[in-house]
T-cell receptor
Framework: DAKTTQPPSMDCAEGRAANLPCNHS???????VYWYRQIHSQGPQYIIH???NNETNEMASLIITEDRKSSTLILPHATLRDTAVYYC?????????????FGSGTRLLVRP | DAGVIQSPRHEVTEMGQEVTLRCKPI?????LFWYRQTMMRGLELLIY????????DSGMPEDRFSAKMPNASFSTLKIQPSEPRDSAVYFC???????????FGNGTRLTVT
């Protein structure tokens, strides 16, 4: 399974964009990039996922490089409630698609 | 939709006792997952079910752990006998199909003394 590398912690000011990077240099063609976050004392929450095109939803945008070896999750206007651990996950396709393997993530602190 | 519902939210028990954790998945979801989270090992997949049938239990730590899914709306994770090293937060998640996003419950925090 492809592994991901994320910075252990980041911070940003409330109202500013938060850009969370992720490296996944060993990703293969049928593997998706997924992002989850975990707010303290809650279960992981799905944010967004993509294969090779950039994706946007009501929560965030996902920018995947053309070679697919890295991606960036963008929270356009971070709020205090976005303080959480953010997990970048490479999810296999096919028969192993159920495998969602969590790493250690990036702890994002949004400052007032 | 109420989301994935887990009970109890907290469980404190003594070593050697049986512990049963419960999960109600989102209605219509065919896949159910049990995860465990500790500081040392992070989030680990224990077992998953497809249409109530256990498919992969390779993550279950040992025979003291067992999981069942008697119907599409209920699953249990049982630990018998419990040990202090089982202390963790146990999460249940469900998904519509195999490769759709997982939706997690808020977990059961288990403390074994």
């Amino acid at each position: 399974d492809a592994k991901t590398t994320q910075p252990p912690s980041m911070d940003c000011a409330e109202g500013r964009a938060a850009n969370l990077p992720c490296n996944h240099s060993t990703i293969s063609g049928n593997e998706y990039v997924y992002w989850y976050r975990q707010i303290h004392s809650q279960g992981p929450q799905y944010i967004i996922h993509g294969l090779k095109n950039n994706e946007t939803n009501e929560m965030a945008s996902l920018i995947i490089t053309e070679d697919r070896k890295s991606s960036t999750l963008i929270l356009p206007h971070a709020t205090l409630r976005d303080t959480a651990v953010y997990y970048c996950i490479v999810r296999p396709g096919g028969d192993s698609s159920y495998k969602l393997i969590f790493g250690s993530g990036t702890r994002l602190l949004v400052r007032p | 939709d109420a989301g994935v519902i887990q009970s109890p939210r907290h469980e404190v028990t003594e070593m050697g006792q049986e512990v049963t954790l419960r999960c109600k998945p989102i209605s219509g979801h065919d896949y159910l997952f049990w995860y465990r989270q500790t500081m040392m090992r992070g989030l680990e997949l224990l077992i998953y079910f497809n249409n109530n049938v256990p498919i992969d239990d390779s993550g279950m730590p040992e025979d003291r752990f067992s999981a069942k899914m008697p119907n599409a709306s209920f699953s249990t994770l049982k630990i018998q006998p419990s040990e202090p090293r089982d202390s963790a937060v146990y999460f249940c998640a469900s998904s519509l199909v195999a490769d759709s996003p997982l939706h997690f419950g808020n977990g059961t925090r288990l403390t074994v003394t």
